[in-house]
């Protein structure tokens, strides 16, 4: 099992304080299930509406389950937004967030933001490797169910 590196809540809320959010978002849609919790503090840090929509596409182990990212939840009605930014927790392929920005409409604008990535809408870029998110239970080590990515 790859090494996982825990996060405060206290770091992720001091990391958001401090990050420069694109003006003029008129609301926050997160990617359930990991952008669920993402979500919700970047909403409540911005003052602006949550709609949340589910994609299924990677395991608890952060394997992928399908061969393409599954929709599995009506699209969030967003009108009138024009400018949303659309949360996740991870961002490795950019699959997942790819198929939530299919089902919103196209002529509004949608901005991505993640926690953890490789890409420079992610808040944690200088953590290498897995991160333990605080918002969640993790299975006791020995157990067979750890996950092997995050």
Not at 3 to 13: G, H, K
Not at 93 to 99: I, K, L, P, V
Not at 111 to 137: H, T
Request: net charge neutral; proline share 10%; hydrophobic share 45%.
């Amino acid at each position: 099992m790859p090494i996982m590196i825990p996060l405060t809540f206290e770091d992720i809320a001091g990391r958001l304080r401090s990050w420069r959010f694109p003006a003029g978002i008129d609301g926050v849609v997160g990617i359930a299930t990991g952008g669920v919790v993402p979500a919700a503090l970047v909403a409540h840090r911005l003052g602006v509406g949550l709609k949340i929509l589910a994609i299924n596409y990677r395991d608890e182990a952060n394997q992928p389950r399908f061969a393409e990212p599954r929709v599995e939840s009506p699209p969030p009605e967003v009108r009138p937004w024009k400018r949303i930014l659309l949360v996740d927790d991870v961002y490795v392929t950019g699959r997942s967030w790819q198929a939530a920005r299919a089902q919103l409409p196209a002529d509004v604008e949608v901005l991505p933001f993640v926690l953890k990535g490789k890409v420079e809408f992610a808040l944690i870029r200088d953590v290498d490797g897995c991160v333990q998110w605080p918002w969640k239970i993790y299975p006791l080590e020995g157990s067979g169910d750890e996950p092997t990515a995050g």
